[in-house]
């Protein structure tokens, strides 16, 4: 069993950055492809970012590449996702999840433990 708690979200306004983060339980954090997921009202969850274990394969989806970079720290248990430059579209709650059997990161049904989610709101 893996828990995950987001961190991070907020107000900013658009053109400014904030950083999320996802603190994950248990001794096999390592083994697990890490994603980040966002769902606007009204909307289905889309996949943001995805990252495996080893940390060195990435994947974003096209809406966010260039402004958002995934990362992991795996002695400390933590993914995190920067994002930069943010827009009114990239309001939504973000959910951070984990899958240990993931052949493709942007699918929602990949991962096996998902968080509470964190709230961001972009002004324009």
């Known amino acids: 069993q893996v828990q995950l708690v987001e961190s991070g979200g907020g107000l900013v306004q658009a053109g400014g950055s904030l950083r999320l983060s996802c603190a994950a339980s248990?001794?096999?954090?390592?083994?697990?492809?890490m994603g980040w997921f966002r769902q606007a009202p009204g909307k289905e969850r889309e996949f943001v970012a995805g990252?495996?274990?080893?940390?060195?394969?990435?994947y974003y989806a096209d809406s966010v590449k260039g402004r958002f970079t995934i990362s992991r720290d795996n002695a400390k248990n933590t993914v995190s996702l920067q994002m930069n430059n943010l827009q009114p579209e990239d309001t939504a709650v973000y959910y951070c999840?984990?899958?240990?059997?993931?052949?493709?990161?942007?699918?929602?049904?990949?991962?096996?433990?998902w968080g509470q989610g964190t709230q961001v709101t972009v002004s324009s």
């Open positions: 999840a984990a899958g240990y059997s993931v052949v493709y990161m942007s699918g929602r049904n990949m991962y096996n433990y």
């Open positions: 248990g001794r096999t954090f390592s083994s697990y492809t």
């Open positions: 990252i495996r274990g080893s940390g060195t394969t990435t």
